[in-house]
């Protein structure tokens, strides 16, 4: 049976990884090639599982074939892959695992890049927490959500490092108080059980709830 995959509004690149009962397909589609954004795939099934992970473009050599004619140019390009080289150790890449079902030739499944930000304050507003984003796509068929059954981090450890880093430029004797509560946060919401029941209860979110939620994403990144 043939599907088509559709992709859209997502940085990272996407490795989608299809598993029915004629084994595993393994498939990377560079979002950055316009004419990529559609993938035809051939299941056995109506039914089987399809796992979406982020992956970073090669922004390395995007800028190395930038063409660098003056000082200008050069500042550009050093200034771009720093950037990006410290978005990907500072946003969490999120690879999950969909459930899909019930599919009829030609069907098209929709897939979306999302992402699932927690708030920069402690419930008691004391202190400013460090910012933590989960970055993942998700998947819909014929207008509804699929089912996500997994979720799990693909560059926990560098998130990690990133954000001692970043809470130790905050540099006082507060340190001694928020340093331990801030790298213990950022550990918890990094662990692949924590990321699995956040991502899997906003799945299975009705729409007014969702929106709540996507709107205090909308109001954190406008900010």
Same mark, same amino acid.
């Given at each position: 049976?043939?599907?088509?995959?559709?992709?859209? @509004?997502?940085?990272?690149?996407?490795?989608?990884?299809?598993?029915?009962?004629?084994?595993?397909?393994?498939?990377?589609?560079?979002?950055? %090639?316009?004419? /990529? +954004?559609?993938?035809?795939?051939?299941?056995?099934?109506?039914?089987?599982? #399809?796992? #979406?992970? =982020?992956?970073? =473009?090669?922004?390395? /050599?995007?800028? #190395?074939?930038?063409?660098?004619?003056?000082?200008? %140019?050069?500042?550009?390009?050093?200034?771009? @892959?720093?950037?990006? $080289?410290?978005?990907?150790?500072?946003?969490?890449?999120?690879?999950?695992?969909?459930?899909? /079902?019930?599919?009829?030739?030609? %069907? &098209?499944?929709?897939?979306?890049?999302?992402?699932?930000?927690?708030?920069?304050? +402690?419930?008691?507003? #004391?202190?400013?927490?460090? =910012?933590? !984003?989960?970055?993942?796509?998700?998947?819909?068929? @014929?207008?509804?959500?699929?089912?996500?059954?997994?979720?799990?981090?693909?560059?926990?450890?560098?998130?990690?490092?990133? !954000?001692?880093?970043?809470?130790? &430029?905050?540099?006082?004797?507060?340190?001694?108080?928020?340093? =331990? &509560?801030?790298?213990?946060?950022?550990?918890?919401?990094? $662990?692949?059980?924590?990321?699995?029941?956040?991502?899997?209860?906003?799945?299975?979110?009705?729409?007014?709830?969702?929106?709540?939620?996507? @709107?205090?994403?909308?109001?954190?990144? $406008?900010?």
């Amino acid at each position: 049976m043939k599907l088509s995959l559709f992709f859209s @509004n997502s940085l990272y690149n996407c490795e989608a990884i299809i598993k029915d009962t004629s084994g595993i397909q393994n498939y990377v589609v560079n979002l950055e %090639d316009k004419q /990529s +954004d559609f993938l035809e795939i051939d299941v056995e099934s109506s039914n089987f599982e #399809l796992t #979406l992970i =982020p992956k970073m =473009p090669d922004y390395k /050599s995007a800028f #190395l074939d930038m063409e660098v004619q003056n000082w200008k %140019d050069r500042l550009a390009q050093k200034v771009g @892959n720093a950037l990006c $080289s410290t978005l990907d150790k500072m946003l969490l890449r999120v690879g999950c695992t969909y459930m899909i /079902s019930d599919t009829k030739e030609n %069907d &098209i499944i929709c897939i979306c890049g999302q992402e699932y930000i927690f708030g920069t304050f +402690d419930k008691f507003d #004391l202190f400013e927490l460090v =910012p933590m !984003a989960y970055m993942f796509f998700e998947a819909s068929c @014929n207008g509804d959500l699929c089912k996500c059954s997994d979720a799990f981090a693909l560059n926990r450890k560098e998130v990690i490092s990133s !954000a001692k880093k970043l809470i130790l &430029i905050d540099f006082g004797l507060h340190l001694l108080f928020t340093y =331990p &509560i801030q790298i213990g946060r950022i550990k918890k919401l990094t $662990s692949d059980k924590k990321i699995k029941r956040t991502l899997i209860k906003f799945n299975t979110l009705d729409k007014k709830e969702r929106e709540k939620i996507l @709107n205090k994403k909308e109001e954190f990144m $406008s900010r």
